[in-house]
């Protein structure tokens, strides 16, 4: 069955450095997600990627996330400069019609 | 508006029991609602789902009831097993397309004992 696949699945990173989440989304879908899960809380959306643009994003996706798509598998989420805050597990997902299809998420650790 | 409200946090059924998970929502707009499971350490699973135009689906021991008056919708396991120990996340969208945006439920932690 097609997966997503997210690396790393742990990541620790200093206050204030970049980190990349990477993701490979199912190879025929066409949208693109980031969501976050602060541990022990709900599942929060933070944006969609269509076309090679942003189709929607939550008040979370401040200036310092961005997304990219740098070739035809990747999809990344950037986070500029980590606080504590963005300590959480960070899901992939993409779709098609038939349905939505979450990675197994990387853990942020920002220390 | 956008909220889906969850209940209860967390449950503990005994094997061969029946677990229920109730949400609402208020957006009248969403008429796509699915139910994922996590496990720890893992992704979100699509679990089973529901449109509105039925009051109820049925698959394997899960079942989703819903009532769209009401804009309430729950989850039963029936012989619930320690294999079903695992976040549960109710959840809606819009109309499933290619594109979907899921809002989720703030996530029921089942335990089930032996």
């Known amino acids: 069955e097609p997966e997503v696949t997210q690396t790393p699945s742990h990541q620790v990173t200093q206050m204030g450095q970049e980190v990349i989440l990477r993701c490979v989304p199912i190879?025929?879908?066409?949208?693109f997600y980031w969501y976050r899960q602060i541990l022990g809380q709900k599942v929060e959306f933070l944006v969609s990627?269509?076309?090679?643009?942003?189709?929607?994003k939550s008040e979370i996706f401040d200036d310092q996330f961005s997304v990219e798509r740098p070739d035809g598998s990747n999809f990344t989420l950037k986070i500029r400069s980590t606080k504590l805050e963005d300590s959480a597990m960070y899901f992939c997902?993409?779709?098609?019609?038939?349905?939505?299809?979450f990675g197994s998420g990387t853990r942020l650790t920002v220390v | 508006q956008q909220q889906v409200k969850q209940s209860p946090q967390s449950l503990i059924v005994q094997k061969g029991g029946i677990s229920i998970i109730n949400c609402a929502y208020e957006n009248t707009a969403f008429d796509y609602f699915p139910w994922y499971q996590q496990f720890p350490g893992k992704g979100p699973a699509l679990l089973i789902a529901i449109r509105p135009d039925v009051s109820e689906k049925k698959e394997g021991r899960f079942t989703i009831s819903f009532n769209k008056s009401a804009k309430q919708f729950s989850l039963h396991i029936m012989d619930s097993q320690p294999g079903d120990s695992a976040t549960y996340f109710c959840a809606a969208s819009i109309r499933p397309t290619r594109y979907q945006k899921v809002t989720f439920g703030t996530g029921t932690k089942l335990q089930v004992i032996p």
């Open positions: 990627f269509y076309n090679n643009e942003i189709s929607e």
């Open positions: 190879s025929n879908h066409l949208y």
């Open positions: 997902a993409s779709s098609d019609e038939r349905g939505y299809t």
